[in-house]
């Protein structure tokens, strides 16, 4: 089955780029997936990038797919504070709607 | 428009009681799924429901844990008996279909076994 991994930890200061990486095992994911956690919270998706696309760009969000490497990143430009929460990489198994979620990447921004 | 509404927030009791959780998805929904995350980790699937169905409880331990979901609006999660390590975020999410369509999360209810 699919199996995601993401480094547990990324400290940056404010108005840096982030980039947070994800691994995953599974080529048959059709989607892939970045949801942010704030504290107490629920899951808020970010962006998802379709299997046959290498980029996607929404505002200070670049999502870059490599599938030779299954190798996802997010890259958050000029990071803010407000941007300090976890987030989780997350890939499709099949058709099914099922999230195989990697266990998150705690994003801290120092002023 | 509402999102994903889950109660209660947060729940103590003491082993071996039972405990319930209740969802309500975003109106329209026919999928609705019940993830659980322990601490320091990512959800992970229990159950998943198209409409009224469910279509995958494969994660579900079925002999402490039952789910219904019936008109296929809204959900409960039941616990029977509490354990333990049954501590942690009992999430719920929603989706207009299965397959490739965005989940949306309710904000879970936090679950502590003493």
């Known amino acids: 089955g699919e199996d995601v991994e993401q480094s547990l930890f990324l400290s940056v200061r404010e108005g840096d780029s982030s980039v947070i990486n994800c691994t995953y095992t599974d080529s048959s994911s059709t989607y892939l997936y970045w949801y942010k956690q704030e504290p107490g919270a629920g899951l808020q998706l970010l962006t998802y990038?379709?299997?046959?696309?290498d980029m996607k760009q929404d505002q200070r969000l670049t999502v870059l797919l490599n599938k030779k490497d299954k190798h996802l990143s997010l890259r958050i430009a000029d990071t803010q504070t407000g941007d300090s929460a976890i987030y989780f990489c997350a890939g499709q198994a099949g058709n099914t709607g099922k999230l195989i979620f990697g266990q998150g990447t705690t994003l801290q921004v120092k002023p | 428009e509402a999102g994903v509404v889950q109660s209660p927030r947060y729940k103590i009791i003491e082993k071996k009681q039972p405990v319930a959780f209740w969802c309500n998805p975003i109106?329209?929904?026919?999928?609705l799924y019940w993830y659980l995350q322990n601490l320091g980790q990512g959800p992970e699937l229990l159950i998943r429901y198209e409409n009224e169905e469910a279509v995958d409880d494969s994660q579900l331990p079925k002999d402490r844990f039952s789910a219904e979901r019936l008109k296929g609006v809204d959900s409960t999660l039941k616990i029977q008996p509490a354990e333990l390590g049954d501590s942690a975020v009992y999430l719920c999410a929603s989706s207009l279909e299965g397959g490739v369509t965005e989940a949306f999360f309710g904000q879970g209810t936090r679950l502590t076994v003493v």
């Open positions: 109106s329209g929904h026919n999928t």
């Open positions: 990038i379709f299997s046959n696309m």
